[in-house]
């Protein structure tokens, strides 16, 4: 059943459809719009919590604005499907974040709205500020530059650092902070108590109404009266009881905070805001879910619901006919609190993503051994590299693609001290809906190059349990990664007593002749399925699951390559400087010959869709690996190493 949006939206297929309506129908537009979003997200899926609380602000921005001449900096973007409707896509909104369709984030190559591409949080300020500093250069007087951030995202160092910079560039940005006191879990930190302090201010309160009407009185006009505007700063400034104001620090001019969900009120104030020159800040307070109860209540569990019954509120779930295996997230932090009984030295860390790393289940039992930083990925690293200094045994539980923020600390604070930090790298792999911007492509190249780094895979629950368990060792003394994917395994009874691992050792799960294949990690699954559909074919392949990159199990590979003379290696990495790029390099090392090929992650951007979508496409999946069995099998000749 196609969704029809309301009659006011159904006429919005630009900014400058929305400008032929009054500033009092824009009431109706939110309305609709909203309503318009809750359809499409409870049928097609997506996130959902994050963009209902910011529907006032996206039509407010876009009628006041002349977008995309004026540029408009989304951060993160889970927050800009209303956005995205009100920019022309509309009518294909319904496929947002599946394959082929929308990106789930405002992407450059989809639309001249999208000002900026996002997906990790905090950028947003610096890229306005770029763009500022640029149209100053340019001269380019009436441009305007707008960066939406969260007070979720505020916490991260690079917001700060763009705001340092912002208060003495000179340059046209308005910074708008939208306070909703989430991320996806609750935000954590002194930052958050401090935007509460001045939201629930008594005299704050009591003077803002006054500061607000002197903006409105401010003169009209390109010119507008500086001594006027200073006026105005102060006012602010002397509205939060005697205390500094953090932005005003900075240099930023501080207005607000004002109620995000007050169309009307928005509307008049980035009119008044467009007048006032320089670097400022726009504190709007918002309810994340805004406009669905369900939402509001339990903002974590709507962050991103899944398909749900618009009215009954029930999240669509998954039948089985059997038991199905576990999360590996899941797996991960309930094996955790049993580690952490065992060894009390043992603590988590974790920026911002308890629930989705399941580090939650250890803060919840041992919240004085379990902790959330917030944005905070260097932080997050090198804070365990400090706790690593008085004998206790981290697990830093960070995604894939989030490490990347961090990888300094990983080299200067960690691995060149050789402290023995656990680095579980959850997300590892395509993960999925999210796109470029959270596929754990990059990890077993960037950390198999650092000195004294260990880097592990499992291919299954019992698996992760038993690196785990070795990670914690007081034998273990090196900084150790330990990489598994976004979803489910493959074991339903994954319990299993703990059994230490020797560091870079291999198993050989079957023998076989003809061809071997060396996996690492959870894709040894496919190539188990690969093996079982090519057996009624006469092929017969060997089969080693390696567990680790590095080191690599030297003795098992000399073993495999004095009886293969054809390889297959299997990763859910970059082909570029991964798992079989070090295969390659042992050979090269010792002088073996053998016909190779390289199954990962191509060197292009793979874009979004479900993972088994995308492990087709890239050629990583089962079909594929039993494809390139049989052609091994036929050619002899050839010496490849595919990177494409």
């Given at each position: 059943?196609?969704?029809?949006?309301?009659?006011?939206?159904?006429?919005?297929?630009?900014?400058?459809?929305?400008?032929?309506?009054?500033?009092?129908?824009?009431?109706?537009?939110?309305?609709?719009?909203?309503?318009?979003?809750?359809?499409?997200?409870?049928?097609?899926?997506?996130?959902?919590?994050?963009?209902?609380?910011?529907?006032?602000?996206?039509?407010?921005?876009?009628?006041?604005?002349?977008?995309?001449?004026?540029?408009?900096?989304?951060?993160?973007?889970?927050?800009?499907?209303?956005?995205?409707?009100?920019?022309?896509?509309?009518?294909?909104?319904?496929?947002?974040?599946?394959?082929?369709?929308?990106?789930?984030?405002?992407?450059?190559?989809?639309?001249?709205?999208?000002?900026?591409?996002?997906?990790?949080?905090?950028?947003?300020?610096?890229?306005?500020?770029?763009?500022?500093?640029?149209?100053?250069?340019?001269?380019?007087?009436?441009?305007?530059?707008?960066?939406?951030?969260?007070?979720?995202?505020?916490?991260?160092?690079?917001?700060?650092?763009?705001?340092?910079?912002?208060?003495?560039?000179?340059?046209?940005?308005?910074?708008?902070?939208?306070?909703?006191?989430?991320?996806?879990?609750?935000?954590?930190?002194?930052?958050?108590?401090?935007?509460?302090?001045?939201?629930?201010?008594?005299?704050?309160?009591?003077?803002?109404?006054?500061?607000?009407?002197?903006?409105?009185?401010?003169?009209?006009?390109?010119?507008?009266?500086?001594?006027?505007?200073?006026?105005?700063?102060?006012?602010?400034?002397?509205?939060?009881?005697?205390?500094?104001?953090?932005?005003?620090?900075?240099?930023?001019?501080?207005?607000?905070?004002?109620?995000?969900h007050n169309i009307s009120k928005l509307i008049d104030t980035l009119q008044d805001l467009k007048k006032i020159p320089g670097p400022k800040l726009l504190h709007i307070v918002t309810v994340k879910g805004k406009g669905y109860a369900l939402a509001e209540k339990d903002q974590t569990k709507w962050h991103a619901p899944g398909l749900f019954d618009k009215v009954t509120g029930e999240i669509q779930k998954k039948k089985f006919d059997l038991p199905q295996p576990p999360k590996?997230?899941?797996?991960?932090?309930?094996?955790?609190?049993?580690?952490?009984?065992?060894?009390?030295?043992?603590?988590?860390?974790?920026?911002?993503?308890?629930?989705?790393?399941?580090?939650?289940?250890?803060?919840?039992?041992?919240?004085?051994?379990?902790?959330?930083?917030?944005?905070?990925?260097?932080?997050?690293?090198?804070?365990?590299?400090?706790?690593?200094?008085?004998?206790?045994?981290?697990?830093?539980?960070?995604?894939?693609?989030?490490?990347?923020?961090?990888?300094?600390?990983?080299?200067?604070?960690?691995?060149?001290?050789?402290?023995?930090?656990?680095?579980?790298?959850?997300?590892?792999?395509?993960?999925?809906?999210?796109?470029?911007?959270?596929?754990?492509?990059?990890?077993?190249?960037?950390?198999?190059?650092?000195?004294?780094?260990?880097?592990?895979?499992?291919?299954?629950?019992?698996?992760?349990?038993?690196?785990?368990?070795?990670?914690?060792?007081?034998?273990?003394?090196?900084?150790?990664?330990?990489?598994?994917?976004?979803?489910?395994?493959?074991?339903?009874?994954?319990?299993?007593?703990?059994?230490?691992?020797?560091?870079?050792?291999?198993?050989?799960?079957?023998?076989?002749?003809?061809?071997?294949?060396?996996?690492?990690?959870?894709?040894?699954?496919?190539?188990?399925?690969?093996?079982?559909?090519?057996?009624?074919?006469?092929?017969?392949?060997?089969?080693?699951?390696?567990?680790?990159?590095?080191?690599?199990?030297?003795?098992?590979?000399?073993?495999?390559?004095?009886?293969?003379?054809?390889?297959?290696?299997?990763?859910?990495?970059?082909?570029?400087?991964?798992?079989?790029?070090?295969?390659?390099?042992?050979?090269?090392?010792?002088?073996?010959?053998?016909?190779?090929?390289?199954?990962?992650?191509?060197?292009?951007?793979?874009?979004?869709?479900?993972?088994?979508?995308?492990?087709?496409?890239?050629?990583?999946?089962?079909?594929?690996?039993?494809?390139?069995?049989?052609?091994?099998?036929?050619?002899?000749?050839?010496?490849?190493?595919?990177?494409?």
């Open positions: 059943m196609e969704i029809q949006p309301g009659p006011l939206l159904a006429q919005i297929n630009s900014p400058a459809d929305l400008k032929k309506f009054s500033k009092e129908q824009m009431h109706q537009v939110c309305d609709e719009l909203r309503q318009y979003i809750i359809d499409v997200v409870s049928v097609h899926g997506g996130h959902f919590g994050a963009s209902l609380g910011v529907v006032e602000l996206s039509v407010a921005l876009h009628y006041v604005y002349n977008t995309p001449y004026d540029q408009l900096v989304w951060d993160v973007g889970h927050q800009a499907y209303g956005h995205k409707i009100l920019t022309g896509r509309r009518d294909i909104f319904a496929s947002n974040r599946k394959y082929k369709g929308l990106s789930g984030f405002p992407k450059r190559s989809e639309s001249e709205y999208d000002t900026f591409g996002v997906g990790h949080s905090s950028t947003s300020i610096s890229a306005a500020l770029g763009m500022a500093m640029a149209a100053k250069y340019k001269g380019e007087k009436n441009r305007k530059s707008i960066a939406v951030i969260g007070d979720g995202a505020m916490t991260a160092g690079l917001a700060f650092e763009a705001m340092n910079h912002a208060g003495v560039a000179d340059s046209d940005v308005l910074i708008i902070l939208n306070d909703n006191n989430m991320s996806i879990d609750p935000n954590v930190g002194a930052l958050k108590e401090y935007l509460t302090d001045i939201s629930l201010s008594p005299t704050y309160n009591k003077l803002k109404e006054e500061v607000w009407n002197m903006l409105g009185k401010l003169p009209a006009g390109k010119d507008l009266s500086r001594k006027m505007a200073h006026k105005l700063t102060e006012s602010v400034k002397g509205a939060i009881a005697g205390k500094s104001n953090l932005f005003e620090a900075f240099k930023l001019r501080y207005f607000g905070p004002i109620d995000g590996y997230q899941d797996v991960f932090g309930h094996t955790l609190i049993e580690l952490a009984e065992m060894n009390d030295k043992i603590m988590g860390i974790t920026p911002a993503m308890p629930s989705g790393c399941s580090l939650k289940y250890m803060m919840e039992k041992m919240p004085h051994r379990a902790f959330d930083v917030g944005i905070c990925e260097q932080h997050a690293v090198t804070v365990s590299a400090g706790l690593a200094t008085q004998g206790m045994r981290v697990f830093c539980n960070i995604y894939s693609s989030f490490m990347q923020r961090a990888y300094d600390m990983v080299i200067h604070d960690v691995a060149i001290q050789n402290l023995p930090v656990v680095f579980c790298l959850d997300r590892a792999g395509l993960v999925g809906e999210d796109g470029p911007t959270h596929h754990g492509c990059y990890d077993i190249a960037y950390m198999r190059c650092i000195p004294n780094m260990i880097v592990s895979a499992p291919m299954n629950e019992k698996e992760l349990r038993n690196l785990m368990y070795t990670a914690q060792l007081d034998s273990t003394g090196n900084p150790f990664v330990i990489r598994y994917p976004r979803g489910e395994g493959v074991m339903t009874e994954w319990k299993t007593p703990f059994e230490p691992v020797e560091i870079g050792k291999g198993r050989k799960l079957k023998d076989g002749d003809g061809v071997a294949i060396l996996s690492f990690g959870h894709p040894g699954n496919f190539a188990a399925a690969a093996i079982r559909d090519v057996k009624a074919e006469g092929i017969n392949p060997a089969h080693y699951d390696m567990r680790f990159a590095k080191p690599l199990d030297e003795a098992l590979l000399h073993e495999v390559f004095k009886k293969f003379d054809k390889v297959i290696t299997i990763e859910d990495g970059t082909v570029l400087g991964g798992f079989g790029s070090a295969i390659l390099e042992f050979m090269n090392l010792y002088g073996y010959k053998a016909d190779v090929q390289i199954m990962g992650i191509p060197d292009r951007l793979v874009e979004h869709g479900t993972p088994k979508q995308l492990y087709e496409e890239i050629g990583l999946d089962a079909n594929a690996i039993s494809a390139a069995l049989r052609l091994m099998m036929q050619d002899t000749v050839k010496v490849r190493a595919t990177f494409e």
